[in-house]
């Protein structure tokens, strides 16, 4: 994938991470052809963003996440 900076606010912060992070038109096409030239590079880059998805975008461990931060302020309170 390849998103401007703006698109991909929130979900990625460094390009090539889990996705290739362009501005301005020429880079834009640039990755977009790396990728497409690329098949190897591209596929890492979406088992990386898989794997994001799972361990932090998942609604199930996200769910879990909160009710600890819950559970520690629980605790913070009491003591």
């Known amino acids: ?38 098949p190897q590079t591209a596929a890492a880059m979406a088992q990386r963003a898989r794997a994001d998805v799972v361990e932090k975008r998942d609604m199930h461990a996200m769910t879990e996440r909160l009710v600890e931060c819950y559970r520690a302020e629980v605790r913070r309170m009491r003591s």
């Open 1 to 38: 994938m390849v998103s401007t900076r703006l698109g991909a606010e929130g979900l990625a912060s460094e390009d090539g991470d889990i996705c290739a992070l362009a501005d301005d038109p020429g880079k834009f096409a640039r990755d977009v052809l790396k990728l497409l030239e690329e």
